[in-house]
T-cell receptor, first 110, second 111 residues
Framework: SQQGEEDPQALSIQEGENATMNCSYK?????LQWYRQNSGRGLVHLIL?????REKHSGRLRVTLDTSKKSSSLLITASRAADTASYFC??????????FGGGTRLMVKP | SQTIHQWPATLVQPVGSPLSLECTVE??????LYWYRQAAGRGLQLLFY??????ISSEVPQNLSASRPQDRQFILSSKKLLLSDSGFYLC??????????FGQGTRLTVV
């Protein structure tokens, strides 16, 4: 079953603009993670935010977490054509499962 | 450094044939291991995960099975493939509650 659901499913922006993707989940989590997938490849970890954290930054990435609303957002600032990929949130529950959402397909036009 | 190997990269198999996909991890001990399946343009569906040798948890009933004969080896199998088994299969590992590291995936087409 999928825990996280990303919104929007697809996003198309111009280079230099910011891209915001949202993730909602259903159950309690230990942490929430964001991953990137280039077409036909494996996933690459981007950032992890713990349940007791509200915001985290890594380079051009900013992640927020609202556990009361069971939601998270990923912001990519000053996007580049190379940011074109699918982005997934994944929730880590109290056990050992790591459950992914449906993903957001981001296209950045040069 | 840790690496993960997954093979083959692509596979075309007839309906009813058996399947064996292998995943091995190097450079770490006692990892949690995961098998996911991804339909085209969709999210990842967790199929199996393992926290130790011989310990397999299955998330969805299906035509597949998994085994972990060694600490850093995870195998996905089927005795008889169905058309609906087609997809992109991804193996991943992690330790504790941290980030997961993925293999490059196997694209399986059942014909």
């Amino acid at each position: 079953s999928q825990q996280g659901e990303e919104d929007p499913q697809a996003l198309s922006i111009q280079e230099g603009e910011n891209a915001t993707m949202n993730c909602s989940y259903k159950t309690s989590i230990n942490n929430l993670q964001w991953y990137r997938q280039n077409s036909g490849r494996g996933l690459v970890h981007l950032i992890l935010i713990r349940s007791n954290e509200r915001e985290k930054h890594s380079g051009r990435l900013r992640v927020t977490l609202d556990t009361s609303k069971k939601s998270s957002s990923l912001l990519i600032t000053a996007s580049r054509a190379a940011d074109t990929a699918s982005y997934f949130c994944a929730t880590d529950d109290a056990g050992n499962m790591l459950t992914f959402g449906g993903g957001t397909r981001l296209m950045v036009k040069p | 450094s840790q690496t993960i190997h997954q093979w083959p990269a692509t596979l075309v198999q007839p309906v009813g044939s058996p399947l064996s996909l292998e995943c091995t991890v190097e450079g770490t001990s006692n990892p949690n291991l995961y098998w996911y399946r991804q339909a085209a343009g969709r999210g990842l569906q967790l199929l199996f995960y393992s926290v130790g040798i011989g310990q397999i948890s299955s998330e969805v009933p299906q035509n597949l099975s998994a085994s972990r004969p060694q600490d850093r080896q995870f195998i996905l199998s089927s005795k008889k493939l169905l058309l609906s088994d087609s997809g992109f299969y991804l193996c991943a590992w992690r330790t504790g509650k941290y980030e997961a590291f993925f293999g490059q995936g196997t694209r399986l087409t059942v014909v």
